[in-house]
């Protein structure tokens, strides 16, 4: 199992994806969540695309009725971040309780912790959700499309973010930089050569 990385900013709100590769097959998992609960508070967890059923209390209880053999998404968390947490870097762990296949053989697992990192500004992240994509790109369209020029005032609000280039101004750049980052991400490593924010 692998815990996704991801960056957000004190007040907002992050989703944490947790996927499975490798997948020798399972019918029944039981995961428990863990993460720094005094900077994170965990708002909803919803299945991904493996398991039929999914039961959450303290820990995440996932059953199907025939072996699943395939990889992909299990489960996501979304987390609020408080507004007071400190800037760095928090551990999410998935603690794999019990897992089982359709011949209720248990079933060894690894588990790859991920990471999220608490910063000042997520330059590209226009809409504040804690990720950069295509959302962002259609936000900052819209934001300057209702933008009055005469009184310099938006009718749309977007996080501080939107200033994709880091320069102090929300324009048109921001929404080219942003499209030339996501067409250079690599969804693989999780990075893009287009770097956001301001140029050293």
């Given at each position: 199992?692998?815990?996704?990385?991801?960056?957000?900013?004190?007040?907002?709100?992050?989703?944490?994806d947790i996927y499975?590769?490798?997948?020798?097959?399972?019918?029944?998992?039981?995961?428990?969540?863990?993460?720094?609960?005094?900077?994170?508070?965990?708002?909803?967890?919803?299945?991904?695309?493996?398991?039929?059923?999914?039961?959450?209390?303290?820990?995440?209880?996932?059953?199907?009725?025939?072996?699943?053999?395939?990889?992909?998404?299990?489960?996501?968390?979304?987390?609020?971040?408080?507004?007071?947490?400190?800037?760095?870097?928090?551990?999410?762990?998935?603690?794999?309780?019990?897992?089982?296949?359709?011949?209720?053989?248990?079933?060894?697992?690894?588990?790859?912790?991920?990471?999220?990192?608490?910063?000042?500004?997520?330059?590209?992240?226009?809409?504040?959700?804690?990720?950069?994509?295509?959302?962002?790109?259609?936000?900052?369209?819209?934001?300057?499309?209702?933008?009055?020029?005469e009184t310099g005032?938006?009718?749309?609000?977007?996080?501080?973010?939107?200033?994709?280039?880091?320069?102090?101004?929300?324009?048109?750049?921001?929404?080219?930089?942003?499209?030339?980052?996501?067409?250079?991400?690599?969804?693989?490593?999780?990075?893009?050569?287009?770097?956001?924010?301001?140029?050293?």
């Open positions: 199992m692998v815990v996704d990385s991801r960056r957000a900013t004190a007040g907002g709100t992050v989703s944490i499975v590769d490798y997948n020798p097959g399972i019918t029944g998992l039981i995961i428990t969540a863990e993460y720094n609960n005094s900077a994170l508070n965990l708002v909803s967890v919803t299945n991904g695309n493996l398991m039929s059923t999914i039961t959450v209390g303290k820990n995440i209880v996932f059953n199907n009725t025939i072996n699943c053999t395939e990889s992909g998404l299990l489960v996501t968390l979304t987390f609020e971040v408080d507004e007071d947490a400190a800037l760095g870097d928090y551990e999410i762990k998935c603690i794999v309780r019990e897992c089982s296949n359709e011949s209720l053989e248990a079933v060894p697992t690894s588990v790859v912790s991920g990471t999220l990192s608490v910063i000042d500004i997520m330059y590209g992240d226009a809409d504040g959700n804690g990720a950069v994509n295509l959302n962002d790109v259609l936000l900052i369209s819209t934001y300057l499309a209702n933008y009055d020029y005032v938006p009718s749309i609000e977007v996080s501080a973010g939107a200033d994709a280039d880091g320069n102090g101004v929300i324009n048109l750049n921001d929404a080219v930089l942003l499209c030339l980052y996501l067409a250079n991400y690599d969804y693989d490593t999780g990075s893009s050569d287009v770097i956001l924010g301001p140029v050293a």
